[in-house]
């Protein structure tokens, strides 16, 4: 299936509003996604707070939302993590998608904006996103949620960092993460494996993957790190999985060859591929009914695997 009109129209403004981001530093490139995401529509949240996370040595900023105000009631948690191929994006331009979910699902949502390369190298993100965790399960008595009632979720690098967080905090006593949800996320570096060239170009490059990767591993051979790649590293014992991806998204491929190895590990993965759609769709319903097809689906699975664990009888 071709890519749906107006994401074809949607790729033809982005590739003329910005050069190769190869050929432009990487605060350009910040500024140039930040203006282009600033007019997405951002519903009403009963609640927002915008916070400090303290992580080793900094701290780094966070947005709780929660979807009512007033209730006393403790909420399911989702800690989400921006994507931006762990160099772009923030909690403000990913808001917009943090709100819907939060809507969404009922839930409450942590959104956190973890360091990011070049100025953090590897493994900062991946660090902060694991004390992210850890702190908001500490926080949440003052949060009102549920700390047995935890995901983690996250959209291309940040979906890289969901699951790569959920495999850190896999054997931490003091946290039980219960579902992952991963939207188009980054699973390897091996473009052989994980590239679609059909779809070179619409919104990411070959290159453009190969700059992400240059300005985020402090050296090269940390590509291999299953905390960076963790399509190779061993996948039992994860949370169970729900996934969003797009048809015509170039690394599609890193999110069903991710799929696949998590069901050969006995990690339950739910899987939906939405036609003609492109990386970055998620939650934009204002161009697409897909995105708000997507939205629900990721919604469900969250509330299927965070229902309330059964009273003892």
Request: with cysteine; net charge negative.
């Amino acid at each position: 299936m071709s890519l749906h009109p107006t994401a074809a129209q949607l790729v033809a403004e982005m590739n003329a509003a910005r050069p190769a981001d190869r050929q432009r530093s990487v605060g350009e490139v910040r500024a140039v996604l930040a203006k282009l995401l600033a007019d997405v529509s951002r519903p009403e949240v009963a609640y927002v707070a915008d916070l400090t996370l303290p992580v080793d040595g900094d701290t780094i900023p966070a947005r709780l939302y929660r979807p009512e105000r007033g209730s006393t009631r403790p909420l399911p948690l989702i800690v989400y993590f921006h994507g931006g191929g762990w160099l772009l994006g923030s909690v403000d331009t990913h808001d917009p998608i943090t709100r819907r979910l939060a809507l969404a699902t009922g839930m409450a949502v942590l959104s956190v904006g973890y360091r990011r390369g070049p100025e953090a190298r590897f493994p900062t993100a991946v660090d902060d996103a694991v004390a992210a965790v850890r702190w908001a399960v500490a926080q949440a008595d003052d949060f009102g949620v549920d700390p047995a009632r935890l995901a983690v979720a996250g959209d291309s690098a940040g979906g890289n960092l969901a699951t790569v967080a959920a495999a850190v905090l896999s054997g931490d006593t003091a946290v039980r993460v219960r579902h992952q949800l991963l939207i188009y996320p980054v699973t390897t570096y091996d473009m052989e494996r994980g590239f679609d060239d059909r779809y070179e170009d619409v919104v990411l490059s070959r290159d453009e993957m190969l700059w992400f990767r240059g300005n985020y591993l402090a050296t090269p051979q940390q590509a291999d790190d299953p905390r960076f790649s963790p399509l190779g590293a061993d996948l039992r014992g994860l949370p169970s999985a729900t996934v969003v991806l797009a048809e015509c998204d170039p690394i599609r491929p890193q999110g069903t060859l991710y799929v696949e190895a998590l069901r050969r590990a006995g990690v339950t993965a739910r899987v939906r591929e939405y036609p003609g759609m492109l990386h970055g769709f998620f939650g934009l319903d204002t161009f697409w009914d897909e995105g708000r097809a997507a939205m629900e689906f990721a919604a469900g699975g969250l509330v299927e695997a965070l229902r309330p664990n059964p009273e003892p009888a």
